[in-house]
């Protein structure tokens, strides 16, 4: 039923233009369109949870998450817990995602208001690549999931060996700037909110007392590596570890 299924999406369904975009992402003939559609059905449009794509952003998250460290753990056989922790989270992070997102064009089929772009999150491609991961878990399974991360992310989007050579702990870099300026830092919670029904926090970095950057997170450790991110870019420090 779902090779059927599949038949039919990719020439006769009204949506066979997005199992075709599905299929050139992905590698993978969508069975279930409607998963589909819902990725790129943004709550800013799409208020009910039935329609909008924050549950399989959720999803997703979870989903991505294994997949990378399952893909690391065999990469790094020698490799001690931190090191494949960290690594991980350079894979996973904000800044990382959103250019997968982006190389993917997935934005650009994202269905939003844009009037009410107060409420629409600067991390849209990443967040739209979680839901879409998502989607194909529950479409495809795990097995086929894990392969398009691996084959298609993890081995062409993002580079694993660069990301391993580059130091990513900016509260640690931004720390150093401040001992060597004689400055004083200081990071305070300036939003505590629920998103996606988790904590979800706001970060401002200050200096001297003064603003200079903001940072989000579904965690405060979270939100304060990125305040210190764009803090960085904000100050136009280099970061350590960044090659030439």
């Known amino acids: 039923m779902s090779s059927i299924q ?27 369109l409607k998963l589909y559609k819902q990725v790129f059905q943004h709550r800013s ?29 065999k990469k790094y056989p020698y490799k001690e817990e ?12 904000r800044k990382s995602l959103n250019e997968v997102g982006t190389r993917l064009g997935l934005v650009e089929k994202l269905s939003f208001n844009r009037k009410s772009m107060n409420d629409v999150s600067k991390d849209l491609a990443g967040n739209t690549f979680e839901a879409l991961v998502g989607a194909l878990y529950l479409d495809a399974g795990f097995d086929k999931t894990k392969r398009f991360i691996q084959k298609r992310v993890l081995q062409n989007l993002i580079d694993v060996d660069l990301l391993e050579e580059t130091n990513t702990d900016y509260k640690s870099q931004i720390y150093h700037y401040i001992q060597r300026e004689g400055k004083s830092i200081n990071f305070k919670v300036a939003e505590e909110r629920h998103k996606n029904r988790r904590a979800y926090f706001i970060i401002h970095l200050e200096i001297n007392g003064r603003f200079i950057s903001a940072g989000e997170g579904f965690s405060k450790k979270i939100a304060e590596q990125n305040a210190a991110m764009n803090a960085i870019t904000e100050l136009g420090i280099k970061p350590e570890g960044e090659l030439s």
């Open 6 to 32: 599949k038949f039919f999406n990719r020439f006769f369904s009204s949506d066979k233009e997005l199992a075709a975009y599905v299929k050139s992402v992905t590698g993978i003939t969508p069975a279930k």
């Open 45 to 73: 449009k799409f208020n009910e949870p039935k329609d909008n794509n924050e549950r399989l952003e959720l999803l997703g998250d979870s989903i991505l998450d294994a997949i990378v460290c399952e893909y690391l753990f």
């Open 82 to 93: 931190g090191f494949i922790t960290e690594l991980r989270s350079k894979i996973v992070n």
